[in-house]
Antibody, heavy 119, light 106 residues
């Protein structure tokens, strides 16, 4: 079965860049689907960050678009998130998911990784 | 598209029928999903296209609605249904979620 696993630093300093990767198993990301990042601040709701297609087309939340970059790495079968100039408002659990295209729900989720922004 | 869920929380007994409502700020065609999230876990897709049950999800969960008003119903609440439920529209970017409904067992 398809599984997603996030990885990356759990602590990022203010003004630095947050970098996370999502490894996909039992499915090649080049075969299709959208791939997405969703975050959840502690005790709060879900926020879509952005999505990327298997072909590399990207769609970002307008509230984050100036700071977000997503990419894919077919050789590693993973996709990545970079969020620049972080503040404590970016402290959250970050989930990667399959889906997130127009007309495509988030059907499979990673377990999530907690990222804290603090000096 | 802004998604507004109600209530924000509820408490019900085992066997009760539970209804959660999600209202969109503008109408769209059925590209609505419902997710269940338990503490410390990732969200899980329950229903998509407003009323299609995801594989493996118990049939006591049903979704309905169209346009701007959507509903998630649990026909007979079970202890394992204690969770927070989110609606989400995937009709247009930016993709947006409702604020969540926390369901507790009395």
């Amino acid at each position: 079965q398809v599984q997603l696993q996030e990885s990356g630093p759990g602590l990022v300093r203010p003004s630095d860049t947050l970098s996370l990767s999502c490894s996909v198993s039992s499915y090649s990301i080049t075969n299709g689907h959208y791939w997405a990042w969703v975050r959840q601040p502690p005790g709060k709701g879900l926020e879509w960050i952005g999505s990327i297609t298997h072909g590399g087309d990207t769609y970002y939340n307008s509230s984050l678009t100036t700071r977000v970059t997503m990419s894919t790495d077919a050789s590693q079968n993973q996709f990545s998130l970079r969020l620049s100039s972080v503040t404590d408002a970016d402290t959250a659990i970050y989930y990667c998911a399959r889906g997130g295209g127009a007309y495509t729900p988030f059907s499979i989720w990673g377990q999530g990784t907690m990222v804290t922004v603090s000096s | 598209i802004r998604m507004t869920q109600s209530p924000s929380s509820l408490s019900a007994s085992i066997g009760d029928r539970v209804t959660i409502t999600c209202r969109a700020s503008e109408a769209f065609y059925n590209h609505l999903a419902w997710y269940q999230q338990k503490p410390g876990k990732a969200p899980k897709l329950l229903i998509y296209e407003a009323s299609t049950l995801q594989s493996g999800v118990p049939s006591r969960f049903t979704g309905s609605g169209s346009g701007t008003d959507f509903t998630l119903t649990i026909s007979s609440l079970q202890s394992e249904d204690s969770a927070t439920y989110y609606c989400q529209q995937y009709y247009a970017y930016p993709l947006t979620f409702g604020g969540g409904t926390r369901v507790e067992i009395k």
